[in-house]
């Protein structure tokens, strides 16, 4: 597609249970993040991808928290056991990285809910 | 203190007014990025700097990178501008090329 594609747009979850979350970078984009923003708050960094180089993992906020990257390109953002405070929008963003610079496009993300 | 700071975070303007939107930082940086948000949520990327000056149509971005500041102007302001606009920064490069936002800034262009 043309931009970059998540979903659902829209989870509702009981809490304790898993959940997925698909991002779909636009095509040739070798960079790929993982940000949430949580209601009234900033974005928050979760994790990054770059190429085959192990993942920046440092913003994920607990162990439950994970996200794969196959074959460099989609990704999936797990969080196991969620919790209310995970409640979110979870956004995605993809970019072609060269030299350190490239824009960032961003997906219109998955707003999940913890009940 | 973030490492992104935004002013002023409430801004609310009459149609046709001159905009501007600050940021600074105290990081190190390779690119500063000013991002739009609107109520539904989704963000675009309106700029992306690493020296001067950007316009695209109504918008201007300027970066000063020894002062670590940078402002977004927007002239003859519209109320479709209305929106959360955003300043993030890319910090290093390769593997540790991640994005850090400031906590934004709400504009309400009244008509």
């Known amino acids: 597609g043309a931009g970059v594609s998540q979903s659902p747009s829209n989870k509702v979850t009981e809490k304790g249970k898993d959940v997925e979350l698909r991002c779909d970078p636009i095509?040739?984009?070798?960079?790929l993040y993982w940000y949430r923003q949580s209601l009234g708050q900033g974005l928050e960094f979760l994790i990054y991808?770059?190429?085959?180089?192990?993942?920046?993992k440092s913003g994920l906020p607990s162990d439950r928290f994970s996200a794969e990257r196959t074959g460099g390109s989609v990704s999936t953002l797990t969080i196991q056991r969620t919790q209310q405070e995970d409640s979110a929008v979870y956004l995605c963003?993809?970019?072609?990285?060269?030299?350190?610079?490239?824009?960032?496009?961003f997906g219109q993300g998955t707003r999940l809910t913890v009940v | 203190k973030n490492e992104v700071e935004q002013s002023p975070q409430n801004l609310t303007a009459q149609e046709g007014e001159f905009i501007t939107i600050n940021c600074s930082y105290s990081?190190?940086?390779?690119?500063l990025h000013w991002l739009q948000q609107h109520p539904g949520g989704g963000i675009v990327s309106l700029f992306m700097?690493?020296?001067g000056k950007k316009k695209h149509g109504r918008l201007i971005a300027t970066i000063n990178i020894q002062e670590k500041h940078s402002s977004l102007h927007i002239t003859a302001s519209h109320p479709r501008d209305s929106a959360v606009y955003i300043c993030?920064?890319?910090?290093?490069?390769?593997?540790?090329?991640?994005?850090?936002f400031g906590t934004g800034t709400l504009l309400a262009v009244q008509p």
């Open positions: 993030a920064v890319r910090i290093g490069g390769g593997a540790t090329n991640k994005l850090i």
């Open positions: 991808f770059q190429g085959n180089s192990a993942p920046d």
């Open positions: 990081v190190g940086i390779s690119a």
């Open positions: 095509s040739g984009h070798t960079a």
């Open positions: 700097l690493s020296s």
């Open positions: 963003a993809s970019s072609l990285v060269f030299l350190g610079l490239g824009e960032a496009f």
